[in-house]
């Protein structure tokens, strides 16, 4: 997608530098746009565990170009011992986007039979860039599939724009490129359909209010932040036509862990007869589970993203402030479990189907 203009994914290979990966530095979003140059796999690691880059897909990306810097930096002679180490500390980085174990465990088994240290390279190097242009494909058809929902949506109100409702960065930040429930957005958008987003801001970091408000925006998708409180509200008064969010786990029967509040989302929108679609590509799928709510490991983080925000100030600093009081505790869970009873479909990029075991296997029948 496009800032001022110009292209970009949210992580490359640097020109003319075949060691130097690129990511756009998402924590000075929407102030500062920010190009961080990493050149180990212990560099990546820092990048995904401190959220310079972000978002199910796109962590799963930069787990791969993680191994790539790694089977750069290992020792010819005992290098399948320090990938085996890299690929358990990468993994452990951020433990609920299940894209990122699924991208070291994919990698990880083409590695069993490399013979030496440069076949490394070059096997990790081929899955990094494989896995992203698959990741980008996979976005823009689940844009596709998405499109007919939102279509369909307006033929019944040919008047008024889509009002569609999103929580956190499900866009092309969260991704490769496109987004995952920002891609049916972009995708109606950008076929003359009109649309509004009602953005939630997502505290406690923000990536609603920050990142998604920043890609729309640049896109000129209409669209309008509010605090993560009013989505009931807006519901009960007939002011939002759908929801969609992104997954960062899916089970095989449809749980859905998404970012914290997603699940509240969910329950106001079945209560109020509102769709509530979630969007996400099979690599966000994690096969081996049926209970969302008892086995999804939910990342619990640092309590001063609570306790302090962020912003800029009347001269253009950028700076974080206290917002409670010092003494008193908080408490930062990352994600929550929407149970797939309160989700009307999945958008993924084979299609559209319910949110339980049967039908996601027919779209996905090698998982059988
Ligand atoms: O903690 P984050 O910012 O990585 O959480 C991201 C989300 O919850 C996104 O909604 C999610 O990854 C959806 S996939 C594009």
């Known amino acids: 997608m496009k800032i001022k203009g110009k292209s970009y994914q949210t992580i490359w290979l640097k020109e003319n530098d075949a060691y130097t990966v690129q990511i756009i530095d998402q924590r000075w979003l929407p102030h500062q746009f920010v190009i961080e140059d990493i050149t180990s796999s212990q560099a990546m690691g820092i990048a995904i565990k401190d959220m310079h880059l972000r978002g199910a897909p796109c962590?799963?990306?930069?787990?791969?170009?993680?191994?790539?810097?790694?089977?750069?930096?290992?020792?010819?002679?005992?290098?399948?011992?320090?990938l085996a180490q890299r690929a358990t500390y990468l993994n452990q980085t951020r433990p609920t986007a299940v894209d990122l174990s699924n991208a070291i465990r994919s990698i990880s088994k083409k590695l069993i039979a490399c013979k030496s240290q440069k076949e490394a390279v070059a096997i990790c190097l081929n899955f990094a860039i494989e896995a992203c242009k698959e990741s980008v494909e996979h976005?823009?058809?689940?844009?596709?599939?998405?499109?007919?929902?939102?279509?369909?949506?307006?033929a019944k109100n040919p008047n008024q724009p889509v009002n569609i409702l999103t929580h956190c960065n499900a866009g092309w930040m969260a991704c490769v490129d496109y987004g995952t429930a920002t891609s049916p957005i972009y995708a109606a958008h950008d076929a003359g359909i009109p649309v509004h987003v009602w953005v939630d801001e997502t505290r406690p970091r923000n990536q609603g209010a920050r990142i998604t408000a920043f890609e729309l925006l640049e896109h000129g998708v209409p669209h309008t932040v509010i605090p993560d409180n009013v989505g009931g509200h807006l519901m009960q008064h007939g002011m939002v036509d759908m929801v969609i969010v992104g997954s960062d786990r899916t089970t095989r029967t449809g749980d859905v862990a998404n970012k914290i509040g997603t699940y509240l989302k969910a329950l106001a929108a079945k209560d109020n007869q509102v769709p509530f679609y979630v969007a996400l590509p099979h690599s966000s799928f994690d096969w081996t589970i049926r209970d969302g709510v008892k086995e999804i490991p939910i990342e619990k983080r640092?309590?001063?993203?609570?306790?302090?925000?962020?912003?800029?100030?009347?001269?253009?600093?950028?700076?974080?402030?206290?917002?409670?009081?010092?003494?008193s505790p908080a408490l930062n869970y990352a994600f929550d479990v929407t149970p797939?009873?309160?989700?009307?479909?999945?958008?993924?990029?084979?299609?559209?189907?319910?949110?339980?075991?049967?039908?996601?296997?027919?779209?996905?029948?090698?998982?059988i």
Do not use: W
Request: aromatic share 8%; glycine share 10%.
């Open 59 to 82: 962590i799963g990306a930069a787990a791969a170009y993680g191994m790539y810097l790694a089977a750069v930096e290992a020792p010819q002679d005992d290098f399948q011992t320090y």
């Open 302 to 327: 640092g309590s001063k993203e609570v306790s302090y925000i962020q912003g800029k100030t009347k001269t253009g600093e950028i700076q974080e402030v206290l917002l409670t009081p010092e003494e």
């Open 340 to 367: 797939a009873h309160l989700v009307t479909g999945i958008i993924t990029e084979r299609g559209i189907c319910k949110a339980n075991e049967k039908d996601i296997l027919e779209l996905f029948p090698e998982y």
């Open 139 to 154: 976005c823009r058809l689940i844009g596709q599939h998405g499109l007919e929902i939102v279509k369909s949506l307006h």
